[in-house]
């Protein structure tokens, strides 16, 4: 059974981090892109960061361009989000994916979703 599993979300304070996790298990996805979504309440899901299989080629959403960075580990079959310098509008629920096909700068996502992760940026 191929499952995407995230974790290392949690409350934190405007202008402070978090690192989320994306351990994918019953296959690997070494030769895929990857990405990460986000949903808040009462808004659609929508793209934050995706990675190319080698990890050599990023793309952000312009909203946390600067702030968040990507990157993968294809030995561990895990995928990351650095979230730093946080806002109040980066609270969502965040979500991995994975197998995605990555052109062009644009991700397309593919099948796999994890069961996400909330982040809460609150004073």
């Known amino acids: 059974q191929v499952q995407l599993v995230e974790s290392g979300g949690g409350l934190v304070q405007p202008g402070g981090s978090l690192r989320l996790s994306c351990a994918a298990s019953g296959r690997t996805f070494s030769s895929d892109a990857m990405g990460w979504f986000r949903q808040a309440p009462g808004k659609e899901r929508e793209f934050v960061a995706a990675?190319?299989?080698?990890?050599?080629?990023?793309v952000y959403a312009d909203s946390v361009k600067g702030r968040f960075t990507i990157s993968r580990d294809n030995a561990k079959n895990t995928m990351y989000l650095q979230l730093n310098s946080l806002k109040l509008e980066d609270t969502a629920v965040y979500y991995c994916?994975?197998?995605?096909?990555?052109?062009?700068?644009?991700?397309?996502?593919?099948?796999?979703w994890g069961q996400g992760t909330q982040v809460t940026v609150s004073s």
């Open positions: 994916n994975a197998p995605g096909t990555y052109s062009r700068y644009t991700y397309y996502p593919g099948g796999y």
């Open positions: 990675i190319s299989w080698s990890g050599g080629s990023t």
